[in-house]
């Protein structure tokens, strides 16, 4: 495989590198100080910058305003808005669309694909299931009724719940089918009940009672949902290899200052294998990030399915981002517990990636049910 990227996917990056050069990580709320220390939105100012930027269309083909381009793409461009935590619903809103894109109907295309493209429609992802450990496509029941269906449930932790006008909402159906309904919030028999992340960040628990979905609006394509899931699952990565960089980078640059016994910290050994250690953390996070990345954009078929590529990368990006940021608290010392210093972000934003859509662990066993299931030898 060539991990080469792309004039175009450079170009993405190059572009979300500008959008996102002044963008501070200061700005961003700070859990330290209260629960719910959130503004009343994700950045809006922001949010356009990177709709005339044409980084909110990366993935939906030319045809509905898109770019046409692949997870490979998308991950590049979120590993960037990592670096500066942006407040933003990029990721689950890019992988809302590429639902759309890839099963919707071409009404629903037409409807809705250029209008997110322009930021104009804010989209998002119930993907955590009733508690955040079981099934998302579990949680709500989903059954047809003429050209209308029915969803009762609840979900759990549903980011940007409150700024969304749709969310993508995985329901199971009597005979055991996963459809996907893109539902709105204010509509009648959703109801929105206020919830708070690690990061301190707004979430919402999605209650959905006899609510009625308009047929155009449901996703009923097999692997509709699984495809979805794993885009988000590999945008986390992305996520978190953009932070991880970052904090490294800081990190870096602070025990090069910090002197002890007239000498920087970072020329002391102990200093040095530690961060090293990190360094390759990071470097198999992003070796299994573009694995996973490049088998969702190719359509490639390898010995193990696509989902063995997608769980190794969340297992290294879960354990490889929480070391990075453990080790980072430590050689900062007492400066990385200041509240007026934004690593102490970057270590809320790590735990909640950490744990978004599965703990390493979690992954760990679906990795060892596929290889049960698809013996190597």
Do not use: N
Not at 59 to 80: I, K, Q, T
Not at 177 to 183: N, Q
Request: net charge negative; aromatic share 6%.
């Amino acid at each position: 495989m060539d991990f080469t990227f792309t004039e175009e996917q450079q170009a993405a990056a190059e572009a979300a590198r500008g959008v996102f050069a002044g963008v501070a990580p200061d700005a961003v709320p700070s859990p330290a100080l209260a629960v719910g220390a959130v503004a009343d939105t994700f950045d809006r100012a922001l949010w356009k910058k990177l709709a005339d930027a044409d980084l909110l269309s990366l993935l939906p083909d030319a045809e509905h305003g898109g770019a046409g381009l692949d997870a490979v793409a998308l991950c590049l461009v979120l590993s960037e808005s990592a670096r500066v935590l942006a407040r933003v619903p990029l990721l689950e809103s890019s992988a809302a669309m590429a639902a759309v894109q890839a099963h919707g109907s071409e009404e629903l295309k037409s409807a809705l694909l250029e209008r997110a493209g322009r930021g104009e429609v804010v989209l998002t992802v119930a993907a955590s299931g009733r508690t955040g450990h079981d099934p998302a496509e579990l949680a709500v029941t989903a059954r047809q009724e003429g050209a209308e269906w029915i969803l009762d449930g609840l979900q759990t932790a549903v980011p940007w719940a409150y700024d969304a006008d749709l969310v993508a909402v995985p329901a199971h159906t009597a005979s055991g089918h996963t459809v996907l309904a893109l539902v709105a919030p204010g509509s009648e028999g959703v109801a929105l009940a206020e919830q708070f992340s690690t990061t301190g960040e707004r979430l919402g628990e999605l209650r959905l009672e006899s609510a009625r979905i308009p047929a155009r609006d449901v996703l009923d394509a097999d692997g509709a949902w699984e495809s979805l899931r794993r885009l988000l699952t590999v945008g986390t990565c992305a996520l978190a290899l953009g932070l991880g960089r970052q904090v490294l980078r800081m990190t870096s640059a602070y025990t090069g200052k910090r002197e002890q016994f007239g000498f920087p910290v970072a020329t002391f050994q102990a200093v040095a294998v530690q961060a090293a250690d990190r360094y390759i953390d990071l470097k198999a996070m992003e070796a299994a990030l573009w694995q996973a990345a490049w088998r969702l954009g190719s359509g490639t078929h390898g010995t193990l399915p696509v989902s063995a590529e997608v769980a190794v990368a969340k297992i290294w990006a879960a354990d490889g981002v929480r070391r990075v940021v453990q080790t980072a608290q430590h050689l900062h010392g007492g400066f990385g517990a200041d509240v007026d210093y934004p690593l102490h972000r970057y270590h809320a934003w790590a735990k909640h990636l950490e744990l978004s859509l599965g703990s390493a662990a979690a992954h760990e066993d679906a990795l060892g049910d596929l290889l049960a299931a698809h013996p190597l030898g």
